[in-house]
Structures are given as C-alpha cells and as structure tokens.
C-alpha cells in the first residue's frame, strides 16, 4: 500500500490527480494540501511515502518547500507542473521524478510502478535544496505567513516546537533547527538557539562563562559556554 | 560756362568719359551694399522695383550733376540712369525713373529744359519697352546683357537729340547745340549704360560663385554625413561627425557637445578639448539655456579657452542643436584659432550645419522608437500565447470534463474566445469593449482554475466600451495580476477593474488584493512594461502605466491612455 500526499494550490488539479489515483487500488490518499507551508506539516504528521507537488504555488513554491524538510525524512517527491522550462531542466539534472500537467495516466502508471518496486529519492540532491531560504514560513493563531530572513532575530525551540521571532512577528515554523542552520546565515548560540547576527546590538558576558546577547529591539538570547567562542569568532572578537 | 565753339567732339566725349567714370565707380561702391541685391535679377516684386525705382532715379539725378553745362544745356550721363532702371524695373519703373530724373533737370532750367525732360522720361520708357518686349518673349537672359543696355542707350539718346531738336527753341541754338554733342553723348551714355550693366553681372556671378562653393561644401558635408548620427548621439558618431565639418569647412576646430558634456571635438586644442569631459564654456551654457546662436568674435565678444591658457582658439561660434519641439539637446561649434577670422561663409554654414545635425538625431530618434516599438510588440506577441497558461487551462479542463461536462463546454468556448482575441494583430487597435471581452475570457478560465481563491470586480462604465485604445493593453496588466498577485495569494483574493475618463484621459485601473508587487526594472518579460513602453512611445510619457503599491494590501496598476477617437455607438 502507498500512501500518497498531494500538495497543489489548484482545486481541479488535485481533483484530476485524486480521481487518477483512485484507479489504482494499492494507493490511498491520505492527505491533501493547498500550499507548501500546510503541506509541511502535513508531511511531518503523516509521514507519506510519496508526495505529489506541485511547483508553482502561492509563496512558497514546491521546489522551496523541498529545501525545507530534512533529507533523512523526506518522502519520495513527484514534481508535478504545466510548464516550466527551468524545474525541467533541473529535475532532468537531478534525475528528479516528475508530472507535465494535463497528467498522462500512462505516465502516472510508471511512476506507480517504479514506487511498488521501491524506488527511493535517488541520493541526488533535490533541485532546490541547495539554495539559501528567503523566508520562513510560519503559522499563528491559524494563519500562515512568512517572516523574511533579515527580520528575524532570533529562532529557538520549545515544548510547543520552533519558535520565530522577528521585531514585530512571532510564529511556529514546521522547519528544524537543523534546517534553519544550514539553510540560512544565523549562528547557533546555545543549543535551542539560533540568532541573526545582524540583529545583536550587544553580548552581555557573565560570570559562568556563559553571555547573553541582547537585540536591536531588547530582546534577550542566552549564549551557552560552547557557543560563545564561535559566536566571538563571527563577530571577529578575540 | 562754355561756348560752343570753344570745345570740340573728342575734347567733350573726354570729358563725359572721365565723369563716367567717377559715376561707375559710385555705382561700384553701391554694388557692394545689400541695397544692390534686388538689381542683379530681372525684378518682379514690388519692393524690389521701389529700390530699382530709387537706385536709378537717384543714378538719374547724379548723371545730370556731374554734366557740363554748354551755353544753358547739360551735357550729361543722365540717360545710363534712366535706360538701366526701364530694362531692369519695366516699363512703369522706367517711366518713373526717367519722370524723376526728367522733372529733376526741368527744374534746372536753361533752353532745353522741357525737351530734356521729356527726352529723359522717353529714355526710361525706352528701357522698359525693351524689357516688356523681351519678357513677353521669354528672353529675360537678353536684358541683362552689356550689348543690349549699350544699343538700348544709343537708341534712346539718339532719340534724346531728336526730341530737342523738335522740343528745344529757337531751334538754331537747338541745332548747333546737337551737332555738337550728339556723338559724345550717345557713346559715353551707350558705353556708361554697357559698363554698368556689365558691373552688374560681375557682381551677379561673384554672388553666385559664393552661393556655389556654398552649396557645393554644404552639400558634401550633408553626403559625408549621411546617417551618422542617426546611428546615436554619442561620443563615436560626434567624433566623426567633427571631423567631416572640420575637414570640409577648414575652421580651426569643431566640437559637438551635447547639455552636459563635450562629445567630440576635432581640430586645434584637441590635446586639452577632451572628449566625455563636462561643459566648462560660458558661451556654451549661454546658448543651451537661451536656445540661441552665440558668436564670440574673439573683438566685441571676447573668446578665451576655458580649459587651458595656452589654447590657441580665439574666436568661437556655438549653435545649438534642437530636437523635438525647438527643444536643445546639444550644440555645435566652431572655433577659429588667434589671426584668423570666421569667414562668413562658415558662419552661416554653421547654421546648416546645426539644423542638418539637428535632424539626423531626430530621424535616428524616430527610427529608434519606431524599432522599439516593433520589438515591444513582437514581444507582446509572443506573451499572447503564455504556454504556463495553456497547459494550466488544458489540465483544469480535464479535472472540469470528469466533473461537469457542461461546465466543461464553456470553458472550452471561453478559451476559443480567448485565443480568437489574442491572434489578432498587436499594432491594432481595439475598442475598450474588445479588450473586456478578453480579459473577461481569460478571467473565467482563471476562475475555473482557482475555484473559489479568485474573485472579479468589474466596474467599467457603459460609456466607455466604445473607447479606442491599443490591443492588447489590458490583458497582459491582469494576467499580471493574477500571476503576481492572486497565485501568489494563500488566502482568497479579488481583482478589481474599474475605468474612468477624465476629459480627454482615459485610466483603467487593475487592483489585486494581495500586494505583492515588487519593481523589476527593464523586465522585457513582464508584458506590463512592454504595454507600458508600447503606449509611451506611441502617445508619449505622460501617458502609460503607474504602479502603487500597500504591502499585503493591494497592488495598482494604472494605465493612462488619450482618448484618441470613439466609436460611434450603434
């Protein structure tokens, strides 16, 4: 059995796709999503073994949202798009798996194939997951936006899962830390820390060691032991 | 006073020779002035036969002075006066002239007052008889001919004689008195009138000779120059441009600048007249602000260098170049180094110059725009037929078939409808009504696709269907609105299009609420900037496309257009 997701902005698209897969009795849809930023957390809650997507979606495209998930947990990923001459000659490079809408079902049917055999993401990187975030989507109080990178000060982790917080903004994000870390410039300054270092308007050193950076907008982020020497080294303080 | 018999023929024809001779030379003198211009042809305007009129009266008059009297008559040149202006002026002219100069010795007096008068105005008829008969034969290049003015003369003053011996009394005075100045009379006055008129055609050919080497080096500087400038008003093209002038002209140097900064400049102080360098010349700045010619003789106006003391230029003359209306976009000019001056001929062909100038960067700047125009809308062309939305539109139909048919159909006819609008040719123009009507079919497919995230206000009023305005204007502001803005939306959004006219402005406006836009600057792709070159180069910059923008709230897009012409409602 396959459990597939699909991820595409389009009503009638994910309708056509749907009533394409409901012809093959070994796949069950379980979930269906508008965005990317939905479609993340719909990824990390039910755990498909594919994902059908669509590229070209509302903010956050499909290939950004591929750079957004954890390699080691990514699903296989079906790009599927109407048109668009640069994610073909990516997925190509990649040797990506991937749909031309109006959807062909005898195409469709060979990549089912390819998935009962257990094919998985061919090790190549994914187009996209190279390239550096420009924002971090982010949900609150049931709305989803985005907060671009140089507003954000400083992003930690809590019982309640990755918390941004920018000057005027606060919001959970499906991303890892670890995600954040490698895929934009902030430094990690304490283990469920990771600052903006354009934002630090001052570090407070303290008697253990330890330091606390305080932001343009007074905002407070401890620096753990380990940490501060990297963070001294960014900032070319000796 | 002399008597009669105390001169003979040859001492007298000596005589009115030599005071011919000083009235040539008067007439030498005045050929140099402008007041000569209008004899040098066969005049027909009349204010070329008052000066005719003028010129020979007063000829008339100055003849009858430097006679010699001869036992109360005159002796005289007066008949050259009067013969010339009948030939030059015509008939009326002569009669005049020689009324003027007739009346002006009748008041002299002496016994051949009355007959000289009458003779003298005879004389001029004469003259204009001649030129009446020979125009009517269409042989005006006989009238200005030495031989014609001499046998002209000879005629009327043989004439001359015979008035007096009919008018003058007692008619044995009359009679001594021809026999002894016939001869000197009718030679001096025959040869005096052939010299004159050969003075005049001297003076007619050297005129001609400069308009001659005029034409002749403004037409080679207009042959070399052909399109050069036309090619862009830059420093490469300047240069050569500089060059040709300078090479043709022979003035010292020549710049071209443009309001700025020198462009090119050729010739004497080419080591220090750097080309790109800023407009440092008063003069210069002088004739962009004031839109006017200034010459700096280097006397009156003094001309020093502004770059360098040891320039040898002394001497300047910058004219301005205008491009569209009368407007200054640069200059030219022309410098002439210490001890030598402008010629006039540079000077006015300067002028020339400018103006050739002047138009070759017009007719470059409309060939520029005229090929912009035609790339804009091979471009929009292209982005008619979108392939992102084609194969979106295909697979929404194909989700549409499985669910309604019947829906289905109409998208199908949206779609023909679509296509059928974009196919026709982007250089025509297309009422208001055409454009909604294809918006409307392109929104509805949208529609179908985005069920439900997408939203269309319509507010045009009726009475602006009928407006004119380029195909292809509307479309391509709203697909932008809906691929920037709407597809961009996670939560539903709306499109509004609203027109309105303000006297003889047309704006429609299309709102998304998203607000998203960002700037890109000289994106050919983007079918709103080619819209909006499309209409500034065809009506102008104060008319085309005017973005506002509140972040996460709404993006506008404003197009202005002239209301150019209406249908007639039917």
Partial sequence: ?238 | MLELEQINHLALTGSLMQQMSVYLVIAYLLSKTPLFAPLMQVTVRLPDKLVCYFVFSGFCIMGTYFGFQIEGAIANTRAIGAVLGGILGGPVVGFAVGLTGGLHRYSLGGFTDLACAVSTTAEGVIGGCLHFYLMRRHRADRLLNPMTALFATLFAEAMQMLIILLIAKPFDDASRLVAHIALPMILTNSLGAALFMRLILDRRETMEKYSIAFSAKALRIAERSVGVLMQGFNEHNCTRMASIIQEETGVGAVAITDCEKLLGFVGVGADHHLTGTPISSTHTFYAIANNEVVYADGADISYTCSVSKDCKLSSCLVIPLRGEGNRVFGTIKLYEPKRKFFSTLNRTLGEGIARLLSNQVLAGTIEEQKQLLAQSEIKLLQAQINPHFLFNALNTLAAVIRRDPEEARQIVQYLSTFFRKSLKRVSNDASLNDEIEHVNAYLHIELARFAGRLDIKMAVPEDLLPLQLPAFTLQPIVENAIKYGISQMIEPGTVTISAQRKDAVLTIVVEDSAGLYQPQPDNDGLGMNLVDRRIKIRYGAAYGIEVTCEPECWTRVAIRLPVEKELVPC
């Avoid at chain 1, 079906?78 to 001459?85: I, K, L, N, S, W």
């Avoid at chain 1, 190509?92 to 194939?113: F, G, M, N, S, V």
């Avoid at chain 1, 390819?114 to 390239?131: I, V």
């Fill in chain 1, 1 to 238: 059995m396959l459990n597939a997701l699909i991820i595409d902005d389009e009503v009638p698209s994910r309708e056509e796709l749907k009533a394409l897969l409901a012809s093959a009795p070994d796949v069950d849809v379980v979930g269906e999503c508008a965005n990317a930023i939905e479609g993340l957390s719909a990824i990390h809650r039910l755990r498909p073994d594919v994902v059908f997507l669509d590229i070209q979606m509302p903010r956050v495209s499909g290939l950004e949202m591929v750079g957004m998930i954890e390699p080691s947990s990514l699903p296989h990923i079906v790009f599927v798009t109407a048109y668009d001459e640069h994610a073909l000659k990516a997925f190509e490079e990649h040797a990506a798996d991937y749909l031309l809408k109006p959807i062909d079902p005898q195409r469709l049917a060979k990549t089912l194939d390819w998935l009962r055999a257990g094919a998985r993401p061919s090790g190549n990187p994914f187009p996209g997951t190279d390239s550096v975030l420009r924002h971090i989507p982010c949900i609150a109080l049931n709305r989803i936006f985005l907060i671009a990178l140089d507003e954000i000060e400083y992003i930690h982790t809590d019982v309640s899962g990755v918390q941004v917080v920018s000057t005027s903004k606060q919001g959970v994000t499906e991303l890892t830390l670890k995600i954040i870390q490698e895929r934009t410039p902030f430094i990690r300054c304490h283990r469920q820390y990771l600052v903006n270092l354009n934002q630090i308007a001052e570090i407070e050193l303290q008697d253990n060691g330890a330091a606390e950076i305080v932001t343009h907008s007074g905002k407070r982020v401890p620096v753990s032991r380990r940490h501060l020497r990297e963070i001294k080294d960014k900032l070319l303080i000796s």
